[in-house]
């Protein structure tokens, strides 16, 4: 679900207080119709005749706060920062006492440049002009002239945290993109250096086979031999790796059984995963068919188990016991209307649907936010490269599914995998 957070200032009681209500009163639910459910159709451009479809119960909740100063604001955007749930969008007042309302957005923004701004004044005092100038920007605010009604606000409030997450989205492509084309020509690199090593290292071999002298050293040289090829094996792995990050890579799909494809990564799990985690696997009642390139499918999966292994394992604090449990089901799923999750949104159809829950160490929703994103990782450097989900999440995407998280700390996580599906 969105988190649609949203932060008024005002130094008069009755003010703040009203622009909250206005805002929280057009989400909430009764018999007749709410302001929002009026307004949707109008704002999102759809109508109920097709296209894509929103469940108000899903999509419209808000987070309000209020402050009465500017200061008071400050401090609080920078602790919605640091907790990783920052504001979407700020109601504020021009005429306050301390500072006022332009003082005020022009500190915010050296805080967070990304949230969104409305300026509300009954007067006249500044033009568009000198606001822009005065804060160094011409977008992300907007000026809510008063006297205005409850409708206006709930419009602005619907269609401005919507459009801080279209940005973020945005946002959040491009990296990526970028991040591709860089893996794609780092991968291009690599690969020839690997292909290099390998050739010198068939050379060597031959040559030793050939060789009729000392028994011992022959040998020793081949466990070296040995050493060496496990390690260009484990950089010819990097660069799948890393080619998963760029577009330039076109997946062979064919028809997949992910119950089969699950069953082979729960064995590479037996050997691999800690003994003190205990492994619940609960396969779809019939075949679970999607297109998809299994290996890569098969790589989610096993990165996604690892993942989980580690946080019942290794990143637990010192002092507290190992172990946990790891619950893997798969199932099909059919969703009606547009699902805003934690990560992204999901379209309405039916798909064939992976969870993968551990009772591990959990994550903070400031973590939560940057998971995805490329080297990011909370693993020691020894034990993560931060590729890992980025990785996870290149794949879904080429695969034309999609990702859902949801995690509390200490308690553990839960990623859900939604491949798109296909009729036996």
């Known amino acids: 679900m969105i988190n649609r957070k949203i932060l008024v200032v005002d130094d008069q009681k009755d003010g703040r207080e009203g622009i909250a209500n206005a ?6 639910q009764d018999d007749s119709k709410s302001l929002l459910e009026k307004l949707r159709p109008k704002l999102s451009g759809k109508n109920s005749g097709g296209g894509a479809r929103f469940s108000l119960d899903q999509d419209i909740v808000y987070d309000v706060d209020t402050a009465a100063s500017g200061k008071t604001a400050c401090a609080m955007i920078r602790k919605s920062i640091d907790n990783g749930i920052p504001y979407n969008l700020i109601f504020l007042d021009m005429r306050m006492f301390g ?12 805080i967070d440049k990304k949230v969104q701004v409305v300026l509300c004044t009954e007067f006249t005092d500044h033009t568009w002009e000198d606001i822009s100038e005065k804060v160094g920007r011409r977008d992300n605010f907007l000026i809510l002239k008063k006297p205005f009604e409850d409708m206006e606000v709930a419009q602005l409030a619907l269609t401005l945290t919507e459009k801080y ?15 591709g084309e860089l893996s794609a020509g780092l991968a291009h690199d690599f690969n020839n250096i690997i292909a290099s090593l390998q050739a010198t290292l068939s050379s060597i071999e031959f040559s030793l086979n050939k060789y009729d002298g000392d028994t011992a050293f022959k040998n020793e040289l081949k466990s070296d031999i040995e050493t060496m090829n496990d390690a260009i094996m ?7 790796v890393l080619l998963s990050l760029s577009k330039r890579q076109e997946l062979p799909l064919s028809p997949v059984d992910l119950n089969e494809l699950m069953e082979r990564v729960i064995k590479i799990c037996a050997r691999s995963l800690d003994k003190s985690v205990e492994v619940h696997y609960t396969p779809s009642a019939e075949k679970a068919m999607v297109m998809a390139y299994s290996a890569q499918i098969e790589q989610v999966l096993l990165n996604l188990c690892i993942n989980a292994d580690h ?14 449990k790891l619950t893997i089901i798969i199932q099909d799923e059919v969703i009606p209307v547009m699902k805003r999750g934690n990560i992204t949104e999901i379209p309405p159809g039916k798909y064939r649907c992976i969870s993968i829950d551990d009772t591990g160490v959990g994550m903070t929703p400031k973590v939560i936010s940057q998971i995805f ?8 450097k020894e034990k993560g490269s931060g590729l890992g989900l980025s990785m996870v999440f290149n794949i879904i995407q080429k695969h034309k599914g999609f990702l859902d998280l949801y995690s509390l700390p200490g308690k553990g ?12």
């Not at 997450?165 to 991040?179: G, I, P």
């Not at 996580?413 to 036996?424: A, D, I, M, N, W």
Request: hydrophobic share 40%.
């Open 165 to 179: 997450y279209a940005e973020a989205s945005l946002r959040h492509s491009q990296k990526m993109e970028t991040v």
């Open 234 to 240: 484990e950089g010819a792995g990097m660069v799948q």
């Open 413 to 424: 996580s839960v990623f859900y995998l939604y491949l798109p599906f296909l009729e036996k």
């Open 311 to 324: 946080a019942m394992t290794i990143m637990r604090p010192p002092g507290v016991k190992h172990g946990g």
């Open 99 to 110: 500072w006022d309302g332009l003082k005020s957005m022009e500190e915010i923004f050296k």
């Open 23 to 28: 805002i929280l009163s057009s989400a909430r």
């Open 373 to 380: 994103d490329p080297f990011f990782t909370t693993k020691s």
